[in-house]
T-cell receptor, first 113, second 114 residues
Framework: AAGVIQSPRHLIKEKRETATLKCYPIPRHDTVYWYQQGPGQDPQFLIS???????DKGSIPDRFSAQQFSDYHSELNMSSLELGDSALYFC????????????FGQGTRLTVV | AQSVTQLDSHVSVSEGTPVLLRCNYS??????LFWYVQHPNKGLQLLLK??????LVKGINGFEAEFKKSETSFHLTKPSAHMSDAAEYFC????????????FGAGTRLAVHP
């Protein structure tokens, strides 16, 4: 069965650079969530989208932005990267109706040097 | 405000012995609670979910959890540990009742010894 696909799996960037993380949800899933998991930390909710509109916002820095496209894939754009942005970024998808399970991707490991 | 506290950061058991991973929650209303597992270099996988139906919830891989409102607890148990159960386990509460804005506990790393 198709799962949530995240790309790239690993990314190394220098301070002050920009990064774009991509998430491809499970087919027919209309809701995407982004989480950030720092080293040894629990995942923190960043932002979510439903039907291409932002639905909820968590602890997402102003340097980050995200959007969901017409094919429901989502991109997390991160600018002016800082060392503290090094983390595992998870994307999850679900269907909005029926309170269905959110399936997580394997994550993108971002390292800022 | 909703929050979860996982009482043990590390739990070590022998293969074939019971597993108990403890979780207490704080919520201003009847919460939705989840347990997720994270194997090394893998994404988060849902083990089980409580959403105000039966208080004893059965999940995958032989895991189950019991919702105890009086104790504000949602402990995860398994009668007999398997080597493949070694992983990080997260107790999670939902702010919205659904899968949006999940609040994760700090995690419990389960080690299983032969």
């Amino acid at each position: 069965a198709a799962g949530v696909i995240q790309s790239p799996r690993h990314l190394i960037k220098e301070k002050r650079e920009t990064a774009t993380l991509k998430c491809y949800p499970i087919p027919r899933h209309d809701t995407v969530y982004w989480y950030q998991q720092g080293p040894g930390q629990d995942p923190q909710f960043l932002i979510s989208f439903y039907e291409k509109m932002q639905s909820d916002k968590g602890s997402i820095p102003d340097r980050f932005s995200a959007q969901q496209f017409s094919d429901y894939h989502s991109e997390l754009n991160m600018s002016s990267l800082e060392l503290g942005d090094s983390a595992l970024y998870f994307c999850a998808s679900s269907t909005r109706t029926g309170n269905t399970e959110a399936f997580f991707g394997q994550g993108t490991r971002l390292t800022v040097v | 405000a909703q929050s979860v506290t996982q009482l043990d950061s590390h739990v070590s058991v022998s293969e074939g012995t019971p597993v108990l991973l403890r979780c207490n929650y704080s919520s201003s209303y009847s919460p939705s609670l989840f347990w997720y597992v994270q194997h090394p270099n893998k994404g988060l996988q849902l083990l089980l979910k409580y959403t105000s139906a039966a208080t004893l919830v059965k999940g995958i891989n032989g895991f189950e959890a019991e919702f105890k409102k009086s104790e504000t607890s949602f402990h995860l148990t398994k009668p007999s540990a398997h080597m493949s159960d070694a992983a990080e386990y997260f107790c999670v509460v939902s702010l919205s009742g659904g899968y949006n804005k999940l609040i994760f506990g700090a995690g419990t790393r389960l080690a299983v010894h032969p």
